[in-house]
């Protein structure tokens, strides 16, 4: 870390994590995250009105919590990054009105960046630079695609969509399942940690869209409905045979259907685009089975894998401040002033104008 690097703080708030991140450059300083995702649990889902809320209660101490641990002040900052989209309206306003607060406030550039291509950039205060051109699969509650990145800042067309989810994303594929089985929500984790006992091939559930003709219209993109459907069948079945539901058993059977779809089409991607690095970013990354499999699937194949720690593949605030610090050290155009909440950003568009 130099001095001369950029100091970047990042607002995150798109959904039920209020984050705050602070980096220098490529050094992670400060990652301070509060989460009303307690709140939501006894709903099975987020209330984006409580989630709003929330961010609302949450944002000044965390912002205080995040420059103590970085041990800095607010006017130290050169610049501030925030997510402007996609994600929940009201939630992403509450994000981008504290951003601009403390922008205008401390007379520093604002830059509003996209919540999905800073899944991609946190990697950088993990495993440095990120290498140009490399394969994202990015798995959170709400995307499932697989992106071609040639410039993570998005600059002339840096972000290249290959393919992504025609119904439900990978996380809420968890989500749903975990619901079913009883598990409480977000159901992802609790899904990782009962499948630990279970056994993968105890039941042989669809790969959506790996058939002979679906890959000829649909080779890079994922289908997770059908799959949640099996569950579903196959879990009312038992209970009405009055057989227990062997819930290790199903949960790791899922996730043993998820991964593997997730990490054949993301290394078929690569291998399709002689790409010879897959990054794997958002809250599904977290996942240890989808860790382990694409290190081994990809070693096989001469693919270098890179994931961030669990902890930066869900929400935070430091993906973003990585984000906006990569803009700064490109010397890309901060957003105006005015710049705009937008829930269903498109993942090609990276910064704000
Ligand atoms: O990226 P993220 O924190 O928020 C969004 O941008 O959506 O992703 C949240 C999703 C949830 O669906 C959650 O169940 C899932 O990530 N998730 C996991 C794991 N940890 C979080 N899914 C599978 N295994 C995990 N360990
Ligand atoms: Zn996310």
Redesign the pocket.
Request: some cysteine.
């Given at each position: 870390m130099t001095a001369d690097e950029p100091l970047v703080l990042g607002i995150e708030t798109?959904?039920d994590?209020t984050g705050v991140g602070i980096v220098r450059g490529h050094t992670l300083l400060a990652d301070a995250v509060a989460s009303s995702v307690e709140e939501h649990a006894r709903f099975g889902g987020v209330v984006p009105e409580v989630a709003s809320r929330a961010h609302l209660e949450a944002m000044v101490p965390t912002i205080q919590r995040a420059c103590d641990t970085a041990g800095i002040q607010l006017r130290d900052v050169d610049a501030i990054a925030v997510t402007h989209g996609p994600?929940l309206a009201g939630a992403l306003l509450v994000g981008v009105a504290s951003a601009k607060a403390l922008a205008l406030g401390l007379g520093k550039p604002i830059y509003g960046v996209n919540?999905l291509a800073a899944?991609v950039a946190v990697d950088q205060l993990e495993h440095g630079p990120l290498p140009e051109p490399c394969l994202a699969l990015l798995v959170?509650?709400?995307?499932s695609s697989l992106l071609r990145v040639t410039d993570i800042t998005g600059h002339e067309g840096g972000i290249d969509p290959l393919g992504a989810t025609i119904d439900d994303?990978?996380?809420?594929a968890?989500?749903k399942v975990?619901r079913l089985l009883g598990l409480p929500f977000?159901?992802?984790?609790h899904?990782?940690r009962v499948a630990r006992e279970g056994d993968q091939v105890a039941i042989d559930f669809p790969r959506g869209l790996t058939g002979r003709r679906d890959l000829e219209r649909h080779r890079f993109d994922f289908s997770f409905s059908g799959l949640k459907t099996a569950v579903a069948r196959w879990v009312e079945a038992r209970e009405r045979s009055g057989e227990p539901v062997p819930v290790a058993d199903v949960a790791a059977s899922f996730?043993e259907a998820v991964c593997d779809v997730l990490v054949r089409k993301a290394l078929d991607a690569a291998s399709a685009e002689g790409i010879e690095d897959l990054m794997i970013g958002?809250?599904?990354a977290?996942?240890?089975r989808?860790r382990a499999m694409a290190e081994e699937r990809a070693g096989k194949l001469g693919i270098r894998v890179r994931v961030p720690r669990?902890g930066l593949?869900?929400?935070n605030g430091a993906m973003v401040a990585a984000l906006g610090a990569t803009m700064v050290a490109r010397g890309r155009q901060p957003s105006s002033l005015d710049l705009p909440a937008d829930s269903s950003l498109p993942v090609t568009d990276v910064l704000a104008g």
């Open positions: 798109s959904c994590e994600g919540h899944h959170s509650g709400g995307h994303a990978a996380g809420e968890f989500d975990a977000p159901g992802g984790p899904i990782d996730q958002g809250g599904v977290a996942n240890s989808l669990p593949c869900t929400d």
